[in-house]
Every structure is written in C-alpha cells, then in structure tokens.
C-alpha cells in the first residue's frame, strides 16, 4: 500500500487509541533496515510507523559526507517506492531533533513539504520530532509552539519531548538527576496552555517516566508507567476534557516487561519507538551467519572463498528476517498485530 495520508494517519492513531492498543515506530538506517520492517509488518498483520533520526539520515546520505536533510529525502522517496508492493500502511517520521539539528534536519524537511503541498501534494513526512529536552522547558515549549503552525499548515503532526530519556541515541545523551526522567503534571499543564489540545494543530507528546535509550542491566531502569495515567487525569481535571486527553509516545523501551508495556499503553500510549533490538536482532544475524559461513565468507588459507556465500545478499537476507522476527514480537507487545485495515 502507499505510505498513508495525513488523513489515514490521524485515523491510525485514533483507532490505536480507541482500541487500546500502540503502533511500533522502527527507526530505519538503510534500505534493508526498511525492507526488514515492511517485511515483519507484513507478517504481523500489522501498520506501523518508519522513522528516521539524524544519524540515520547521516549514514542514507553516505557516511563520508553531511547531508542529513537529503539522507532523509532519500529514505522518505525509498519508503513511498517500495511500500507500494506490501498490503500494510506505514507512517514516515523523523525522530529525535534537538536544537543544533533544527537547521539542518527537520526545518528543511518542513520547507520541502511545503513546496509538496503548494503544489496539491502530500507532506513527505506524516510527523515530526522536535526534541527540546536538552533545553529549558519554557524554550522546549516556545520552539514547539513556532513549529506547530506550520506542520498543521501541510496537515502533519509534530511530536515533542516534555521530559528527559535518559541514556544516548545517535549522539543525543542525557545524564541529568534521576528526577528529571519523570515528567510532572506542571510540566505537561504548561505544554498544553502553549500548545492547545488539537486546536491549534495535533501533536503528540513523548513524556518520561524512567525511560533510558539502550540496554541495561536489571534494575539499572526504574520505569514507572503509572505516572502517565496521573498525568492524564490531571491534565483532563484541569482542562476538562474526557479521559486521556493526550497521546503519548513511549521512548526507550528497550528491555522493558511485558506489563510496563501494557500499563503504558492503557495509559494512552499510542506510538512506541524501537531501535536497539532491531538493532540487536540484524547484527546478531550477521555474526552468526559469518560465524557458520566463515570458510565460504573468507578466502581461508589463501582458498577463493564462496561467492554465493560472502555475496551481500546472502547474508543481508538472513539479517532482514530476523530483524523481522523482531519487529512481529513489538507488534504482538503492542497488540497492533492483525490489527491493518490495509
């Protein structure tokens, strides 16, 4: 299926809500990364969201030169080619980007859809990150706040970051007190007076409550999803609206249990980002492939090798259908497995 509209989009998150379940966002580097969460979609039934963060779009562009804007650009027209040939929707979005990567990231971004949309197109991408944590809230709000018109202009949703993952991605790193990692109702009350509830353009918000990027050891991470069903109450109490009047955005998950998922999304999680064990599940795939292959992959002993073997393709299979494997058990935690009206 095509990648969606803004229209499907926003449908996909209010059916996600209203069903009680969260969609998976794979963060994506190549194109086998992408053809390897087509695939697990597809066989988990499931729609999803493709995501891309500035390191990604480094490494799309060619890792020897600084062009994230056109990394991005190419991993957006790759996705809208050949997501065609699959029977699930995804979503396009870029993930983390703090303030240095504004300029370069996702304003240019923006500005190309724009030009899209002038024109009677579709924006390229269906949302957008601003990651303002490693600012004072008040900035972090005050950027989102210019942001936001213009991405309601080309009908794409802004997602922010109203607290502190720990942990680093793509060289985004936060070791700040252990307080900080929990969002508060004050913090998300003064999001919502800058920033309306839809009224003045949807967003979604990625709140914290313990979240660490990366994996670590048992009890390393105090992750408390509770904490999102008070936010909700006190937002809806003060702004009084319905219950869970907000969408939220689950990052760093990564070893998190079957019931802090759970708990999460009951809370009104409805987009959860998912990195390191897609990750985990390609390389572990190569290793073990080179590991079982190693006479044919290396030309041992001065030997020819085995081309059929050491060919990229052969090995790049197997690493795509694990990673598959991976992204059909988020989605089977998340419980948007057969869950595509595609």
């Known amino acids: 299926m095509p990648v969606a509209t803004p229209e499907q989009y926003a449908e996909m998150?209010?059916?996600?809500?209203?069903?009680?379940?969260?969609?998976?966002?794979?963060?994506?580097?190549?194109?086998?990364?992408?053809?390897a969460i087509l695939q697990g979609l597809t066989e988990a039934g499931s729609d999803g969201i493709i995501q891309v963060t500035t390191g990604g779009a480094d490494y799309f562009a060619g890792h020897t030169v600084k062009a994230r804007a056109t990394g991005a650009l190419a991993f957006a027209r790759f996705v809208h080619e050949v997501a065609k040939s699959y029977p699930i929707t995804v979503a396009?979005?870029?993930?983390?980007?703090p303030k240095p990567a504004l300029e370069d990231f996702v304003l240019p971004l923006i500005a190309e859809s724009e030009k899209v949309v002038a024109d009677g197109g579709q924006p390229i991408f269906q949302s957008h990150m601003w990651d303002g944590s490693a600012v004072p809230l008040d900035e972090n709000i005050e950027i989102a706040k210019e942001l936001l018109p213009r991405l309601k202009a080309i009908n794409a949703i802004l997602e922010v970051e109203i607290g502190v993952v720990g942990?680093?991605?793509?060289?985004?790193?936060?070791?700040?007190?252990?307080?900080?990692?929990?969002?508060?109702?004050?913090?998300?009350?003064?999001?919502?007076?800058?920033?309306?509830?839809?009224?003045?353009?949807?967003?979604?918000?990625?709140?914290?409550?313990?979240?660490?990027?990366?994996?670590?050891?048992?009890?390393?991470?105090?992750?408390?999803?509770?904490?999102?069903?008070?936010?909700?109450?006190?937002?809806?109490?003060?702004f009084g609206t319905g219950p869970k009047p907000l969408d939220l955005v689950f990052h760093g998950g990564s070893g998190s249990t079957d019931d802090e998922i759970a708990l999460a999304v009951r809370n009104g999680v409805i987009k959860m980002n998912i990195d390191t064990d897609t990750q985990y599940a390609f390389t572990?795939?190569?290793?073990?492939?080179?590991?079982?292959?190693?006479?044919?992959?290396?030309?041992?002993?001065?030997?020819?090798?085995?081309?059929?073997?050491?060919?990229?393709?052969?090995?790049?299979?197997?690493?795509?259908?694990?990673?598959?494997?991976?992204?059909?058990?988020?989605?089977?935690?998340l419980g948007s497995a057969g869950q595509s009206k595609s």
């Open 92 to 97: 396009l979005h870029t993930d983390h980007c």
């Open 167 to 238: 942990g680093e991605e793509d060289g985004v790193q936060h070791e700040g007190s252990n307080e900080a990692l929990y969002t508060t109702v004050a913090d998300v009350t003064k999001a919502v007076e800058a920033l309306g509830l839809g009224d003045q353009g949807r967003w979604i918000a990625a709140l914290t409550f313990g979240n660490v990027h990366g994996v670590y050891a048992p009890g390393n991470v105090k992750l408390r999803p509770e904490l999102l069903g008070e936010i909700q109450e006190g937002i809806a109490s003060q």
């Open 13 to 35: 998150l209010d059916r996600a809500k209203t069903g009680g379940f969260a969609y998976p966002a794979f963060n994506a580097s190549s194109s086998q990364s992408v053809n």
């Open 284 to 333: 572990r795939a190569v290793a073990g492939y080179m590991f079982s292959n190693y006479d044919g992959v290396l030309k041992v002993d001065g030997s020819v090798g085995n081309k059929k073997a050491y060919d990229p393709r052969a090995w790049g299979k197997v690493a795509e259908s694990a990673m598959a494997a991976r992204v059909v058990q988020a989605t089977q935690q």
